[in-house]
């Protein structure tokens, strides 16, 4: 038996079947789920349970759904050359995306996390939400192969790069603000990096844009300049919407 469902102990008595449901997949092995869904906070405060946390299958989950994402865009934008490709599977796995993803599917609410995380709003916070959405693609994999993952993520997918490519988001979000703030404003923008959290194998950086001395957008990421692109994006959101009511 995998080391990531081995244990003596029993889950809590929650009903997942309305999130099952949601993802399309009836798990085999109830236990990839849980342990999807269990915040490293949770197992600080129950050492007693012996479950291990989600971060093993995060880390599966990212690689699956590069590959998964990266497929669906090669299939689906025939005309895209490497670059434009690149830059939409970019906009569909960054931590916003996948965060609104978790949202949809419900998985915030099934979350289990620490008192401490729980009273601080961690089953909003973005990072969480992406970080199980990733670990819930590794369960699915691992139970139920790529067609599973595939059958959860297309309908996602869709509307998301639809709007992606309708505000040309897939585009470079840094290159298009400076190009923007130097010819209105005539300042460039600066990056700046607020905070860090996560393991060493997995962190998560936020970044804050400065147009001037105004904050303009914050982003988070797994590397520092993914995290300058989204605050950047961000930003580009505003400006967008100001220009068009």
Known sequence: MSDDIATSHQPPAINLESLQQALGHSFREPRLLWRALTHSSYVNEHPEGGWGDNQRL???????????????????????????MTRLRAALVRTKTLAQFARQAGIGEALRLGYGEEEAGGRERE??????????????????GPAAVEAFVRPLLEPA???????????????????????ELRVTPRYHIVAESGPDHAKTFEAEVLLGKKAAGRGTGHSKQAAEQAAALAAWGVILESETS
């Open 58 to 84: 995060e880390f599966l989950g990212d690689a699956v759904l590069d590959f998964v994402v990266g497929a669906w865009i090669y299939r689906n934008y025939p005309d895209f050359d490497e670059g434009r």
């Open 127 to 144: 990072a969480n939400l992406c970080d199980a959405f990733e670990a819930v693609v590794g369960a699915l994999y691992l139970d139920g």
């Open 161 to 183: 790069a639809a709007e992606t490519l309708a505000l040309e988001a897939d585009l470079d979000a840094k290159s298009r603000l400076q190009e923007w703030s130097q010819a």
